[in-house]
């Protein structure tokens, strides 16, 4: 309370004369001797709990700028937001009381001179034309719990304990926590959330003529309420704006210009802005209340919003309907962006969060697998087979297939990597141990949707076989961003603000080289554009780490990029699972991940990383992978230091100069049949089995054509021919087919040349 609004109020108003101020006295000293009597009974009564408790307060979300996003009610079901008097500005307090009780400062927590004023005009008129309750009656009303409630013993009760609160408690101190519970009407409890909602604008910015219309407002909230009959309201208003003139507290200059000052009450839209992202944060509040900032920048997801509605409009002829899209700053791990959706008030599944939704992530995992090799001793330049294989599982065989169903042979690891190559993915997972090592490492990295064991998965993990969400797997992205350090995601700001936020959490997952040479090898245009094409999508102009993946039958598309500071997710799709028309990652979410990346970089500045101590750059056979002594015909690639590629060797070539390639080539190589590899002595010598494994178990499946017919595929130094004395073996375009049966089969294949035999033993099931 400043000084001249204390001297303001100490003026004592003009008092009335003649008979009537002989009548206000005997009243007045029939009210002191009735409250003395009173008086003995005072200290029995209790002030009511809920006036002794702070003012409940609602929680206000705003963006990391102070923009408000949501408001969530208090648990009366009402918006509050309590704040100190010395916050209220002064005008408001002044309406305040010129509305309601002009003498606070003047009596004991009981107006005599309003009680008999009410009194006198009700006998006058046979009814109630006005109130003579004070600021402390009202205020132990409101928190008396009564209600409409008011016998002439709840308002006894209620008196004494005004007196009582006004003897214990400071002037102040009950105007503070009186103006902080009025009821003003739209669910609006406290002048601060009233003149934000009304005005827009924080308290301390009301205007005088704003600040009288707000102090009107408790009198009859629903009957003043300015969004429903202004003209009401601006009579209260000038009644307000009267007495303060009369009591002194407005100047006639003040006064005019308050009355014409006009006043927008405008359908005041409650703020609803980043809907999913708000969604999640009232989810996660955990007790949250009053203003809290979020991560959030308002103004980036709107960029985000308004691209993804491009992007998804451009899309639309291909039965795409929706989508997301994350943003997270990488060293605090805070979300920057969080869009749920194209259109959050769309009738069916516009409230559908994509980035908490749980959907098939397809290739987008693998770079875990391949950074799990790394740190097993693989290189980038470590040779891969991309060639037909299969891998027993206890519902069958699991027969991965590449994107465009054909085989590559040899692939480095590099190549593999960066072209998405599915098979050589499956294999070198189960080179490594299968498919526990993948689901801990994803399980480090924040991802809570690996519910089952790791052998429910299976090799097929690596490949997307299980559901992610989008934002635990950007921010797993993020990990690989940090060099192999988890920071959890943050959505508030004051947990990415607080010294205690990062230490019990963050950890390294994975080691710093390895997850450097990941990012070298997603960020590498000419690495991946055998498969993607030297102008993708994924060529955005400045160094950027991008995976895409697509699911199954096109039901979902994502792409995830990484700079040293952001890392960014999308997801592309329909929420009810449907698939779209051949739209993959590269062509669906990719245009939008590239737009982003190239606002992010204008907008906030990416950089890229220094090359560690310990990685060195050496010459390889850009085949084989092995280190040349000369460059000629070699091509660069980057090592840890302490897994370096072994160099070549005349034993790496047969006497033609032909690349000498191992076993698990064999069916490819009779199948492809490329230039300038070959067998080992060995190995072409060998009677091999490709289909089936010994001791596989296949199922029969009715609404599965030709799965009653098995594929029989073996190599060795002549023809082979195949035997079975209880399944019929037939011939389709040169490839031997086993008709099945529900049983257990033996199966033999004769090699012509060698006179070699193989026998094994498969199980057939019926569904």
Known sequence: ???????????????????????????????????????????????????????????????RNGVLLRERLDEGNRYTRPITLEQIPQHL?????????????????IDPFAIARAAFGAARSGRIVSGGSTITQQLVKITSGTGDRRTPWIKLVETIKAIKTDALWPKKRVLEAYLNRLDYGNLRIGCAAAARFYFDKPIADLSIAEA??????????????????????????????????????????????????PIDPGARRIAFRAPHFADLALANANGRSGRTATTLDLSLNRFVEEKLRSRLAGLGHKRV????????????????????SENYFRPGAGQVNAATARRSPGSALKPFTYLLAIQRGYTAASLLADVPSEFPTPTGMFRPVNFDRSFRGPVRLRAALANSLNVPAVRLLAAIGGPTALADALKSCGLTTLEHDADYYGLGLTIGNAEVRLLELANAYACLARLGIYRPCRIFRDDADSPKAHAPVDHR?????????????????????????????????????????????FRDNWAFGFTPEFTVGIWIGNFDGSPMQGVSGATGAAPLLRDIFRYLRQSRGTTWYATPAHIVTMNIHPVTGKRMPRPAGGIAEHFIARHLPPPESPSDYDSRGMIILGDEYTAWLRDARPQGFALSSDARNRLSIDSPHDGAVYYLDPDLPGSDRLPLRAAGSGTISWHSDTLPIESQDGVSLARLSVGRHQIMAEDSASGKRTRLSIEVRGM
């Open 1 to 63: 309370m400043t000084p001249e609004l204390q001297r303001d109020i100490a003026s004592p108003p003009r008092r009335p004369r003649g008979h009537l101020v002989r009548a206000l006295r005997v009243i007045a000293i029939g009210t002191v001797v009735a409250a003395t009597g009173i008086l003995a009974v005072i200290a029995l009564i209790p002030l009511p709990p809920a006036l002794l408790q702070p003012p409940a307060e609602s929680l206000e979300l705003t963006d």
């Open 509 to 553: 997952v994975f080691e710093a080289d390895s997850a450097w040479l990941i990012a070298n090898i997603l960020n590498d245009d000419f690495a991946r554009s055998p498969s993607f094409g030297p102008r993708s999508s994924l060529s955005i102009g400045f160094p950027v780490a991008c995976k895409t993946g697509t699911s199954s039958d």
């Open 93 to 109: 307090v002044l309406a305040t009381l010129a509305a309601e009780d002009k003498r606070f400062f003047h009596h004991p927590g």
């Open 321 to 340: 309907s929706n989508g997301g899209a994350v943003i997270i700053d990488n060293r605090t791990g805070e979300v920057l962006s969080l869009v749920g």
């Open 212 to 261: 009288a219309q707000l102090a009107a407002l408790p009198r009859s909230p629903s009957r003043l309420n300015p969004l429903r009959d202004p003209s009401a309201a601006r009579e209260a208003q000038e009644i307000v704006l009267e007495r303060m003139l009369h009591n002194g507290w407005l100047s006639q200059r003040q006064y005019l210009h308050a009355l014409g000052e």
